[in-house]
């Protein structure tokens, strides 16, 4: 017996000698299953550059951007709470101005159990100061000029356009802007900027019960120079003498459940209607949506800016609460952080038929529409506009959206991954086409009516540096190739 055991652990031995090398050589034979992963992503950041790279940007083109500005101090959202004692609450809960660290404990784990964006006003400075000091204190915090318009003023400066910024700062923020930026406001007599608080937290952060599905920032801040947009009128004039190819509208998130007088916020907003109403159709009218969450604001948007508006841009929780407002009569707080690509497209639709059906004399028509989301960017435009280059725009936008979150103009796929499907159905309907995603060739164009629609893949950053000011950059990086 002894025997035969000793026969059958050779045997045995061999079997597992012979197993291990038959697995070297398959191995050896076929790639791993990370590099054929690696294979794909590098083919379809071809096909990007590709499409990017058969453009060219027009140097002549000249913008007018507003409104506000701010100086953003960066901080991980979590250690900041660990640092100032604040505790995951049991349930998240929505604010529209915060007061205290109790409100502010809701109201973050609110958008972070979405993993959305969301932007807030605090009621007191001298506890607003309290956290902007204690972010300041901390490791790896950062400061960096902020405000949509400014972001999307430097994304438009590099790109080689000329640009009028429509803000005040002070002299030595405004040292910082690229050369080929001009103020509407003069800084030789602002003594402060202001501040907003950028939280920052990442995909699969903890806090207590809360799991981010996502990287994504909430900023505070008790800001009251861009509320009024005190930077309106030198803006109105300098737009009627620089004659620009285009007008981007953004920031008016400033304006949302501010405790401003209603009147005052009106009167405003009819001096910028006046503004638009007045420009010439050659030039194009950009506005950039926010996290607006006051019913009231939305529907003054929709009756003193968007009528004049050419082309919208907006990430997807901004795109689901514009819809729901023209399709329902309601706004959304949060939506899907991740939604198919079907649904947003849906909405687009929704959004493009709505907003031609209120149209009315003397407006224009809404004829460009950009949706920029964490897996993919979807443009859609009239076919009978004059908006060119859409696979170069959509292309140049993906790409924009790794190069800002990495913060790096090279493109490492090693630190990249891909959420979008190999294929996407068009339409929620029953029986829409699917659309395959051709990895040398990613980005998908076709014709539906009297819209064209092109959607391009992102490679995902998953080495993220910054997530704020994504969505202003990536709409400024599509824009700049369309005109």
């Not at 009024?228 to 400033?254: A, C, H, R």
């Not at 006046?274 to 949506?289: D, G, N």
């Not at 529907?299 to 919208?312: G, K, M, R």
């Not at 629609?453 to 599509?478: E, F, K, M, R, W």
């Amino acid at each position: 017996r002894n025997g035969d055991s000793l026969i059958n652990r050779e045997r045995m031995a061999s079997l597992e000698r012979c197993l291990v090398s038959v697995l070297f050589l398959l191995l050896a034979y076929f790639p791993s299953r990370r590099d054929v992963f690696q294979a794909d992503l590098d083919l379809i950041l071809r096909g990007l550059l590709k499409e990017e790279g058969f453009r060219t940007v027009n140097g002549e083109n000249s913008v007018a951007i507003g409104f506000g500005s701010s100086v953003d101090v960066f901080a991980d959202a979590l250690h900041l709470f660990r640092k100032l004692r604040i505790k995951p609450p049991s349930e998240g809960k929505h604010y529209d101005i915060i007061s205290s660290s109790k409100q502010l404990a809701e109201s973050f784990a609110y958008f972070f159990e979405y993993g959305a964006a969301s932007e807030r006003f605090v009621s007191s400075e001298e506890l607003f100061q309290k956290w902007v000091s204690t972010g300041r204190m901390l490791n790896l915090s950062r400061e960096a000029i902020g405000g949509n318009a400014p972001v999307m003023a430097k994304r438009f400066a590099m790109e080689g356009w000329q640009v009028v910024l429509g803000a005040k700062m002070r002299q030595k923020t405004v040292k910082q802007l690229h050369d080929s930026i001009k103020l509407t406001n003069s800084s030789s007599e602002i003594t402060r900027d202001d501040i907003h608080l950028v939280l920052e937290y990442d995909l699969g952060s903890s806090w207590g019960r809360f799991t981010s599905p996502r990287a994504n920032r909430y900023i505070i801040h008790n800001d009251h120079s861009n509320m009024l947009l005190e930077t309106l009128d030198p803006f109105i004039e300098s737009v009627k003498s620089y004659n620009p190819s285009l007008v981007v509208i953004g920031g008016l998130q400033m304006l949302d459940n501010f405790p401003l007088d209603l009147e005052l916020r009106t009167r405003k907003l009819k001096r910028l209607q006046e503004l638009l109403a007045s420009l010439p159709l050659s030039t194009k009218v950009h506005f950039e949506m926010a996290s607006f969450s006051e019913e009231r604001f939305m529907q003054d948007l929709l009756s003193y800016v968007l009528p004049y508006a050419d082309s919208i841009g907006m990430n997807e929780q901004e795109l689901a609460n514009l819809h729901s407002l023209l399709e329902y009569g309601n706004i959304t707080i949060v939506s899907d952080s991740n939604p198919r690509v079907a649904t947003s497209l849906d909405q687009l639709r929704g959004l493009y038929r709505g907003m031609s059906e209120r149209k009315r004399p003397g407006e224009r028509a809404l004829t460009r529409i950009h949706l920029h989301t964490l897996a993919y960017q979807a443009i859609l435009i009239s076919k009978h506009s004059d908006w060119r280059n859409m696979h170069g725009a959509v292309a140049k936008a993906s790409l924009t959206a790794n190069r800002h979150v990495c913060a790096s103009t090279w493109i490492d796929t090693s630190h990249a991954r891909l959420i979008l499907d190999d294929s996407f159905s068009v339409s929620t309907e029953p029986g829409s086409h699917r659309m395959p995603l051709i990895q040398s060739s990613p980005v998908s164009c076709w014709n539906e009516g009297s819209a064209k629609i092109c959607v391009a893949p992102v490679l995902v950053c998953t080495t993220v540096h910054q997530t704020a000011g994504g969505g202003d950059n990536i709409s400024a990086a599509g824009l700049v190739l369309q005109l």
